[in-house]
């Protein structure tokens, strides 16, 4: 499975985004996916994650309120709806996926073994 993930740019506080990552086989219905996202000079840091068939989702206490995660199984699609931005939110935003099917999500980024290359996102005061 490869992961190509966008949506990302230059907003301004307040604003709203909605980051897009696209899977490349039909077996992502099957997968649990996640968001995480590193700012500089920090530690990747867990954003939210989608179980697998998308009955569950889980969003990080740092953004819940703010960021929704949602998944179009058909598409082989996973989103992360982001408003209200904050300065604090800038940072490469990275899709991830558990590649064994059916496993259960996780809030470690080790627990995922298929990564998107990232897309920037950028909120300016």
């Known amino acids: 499975v490869q992961l190509q993930a966008s949506g990302g740019g230059l907003v301004q506080a307040g604003d709203s985004l909605r980051l897009s990552c696209a899977a490349s086989?039909?077996?992502?219905?099957?997968?649990?996916m996640a968001w995480f996202r590193q700012a500089p000079g920090k530690e990747r840091e867990f954003v939210a994650a989608a179980h697998w068939g998308g009955l569950s989702s889980y969003v990080a206490d740092s953004v819940k309120g703010r960021f929704t995660i949602y998944r179009d199984n058909a598409k082989k699609t996973v989103h992360l709806e982001v408003n209200r931005l904050k300065p604090e939110d800038t940072a490469v935003y990275y899709c991830?996926?558990?590649?064994?099917?059916?496993?259960?999500?996780?809030?470690?980024?080790?627990?995922?073994?298929?990564w998107g290359q990232g897309t920037q996102v950028t909120v300016s005061s």
């Open positions: 086989e039909h077996s992502f219905t099957y997968l649990t």
């Open positions: 991830a996926a558990r590649s064994r099917p059916f496993d259960r999500w996780t809030a470690l980024a080790g627990g995922y073994d298929i």
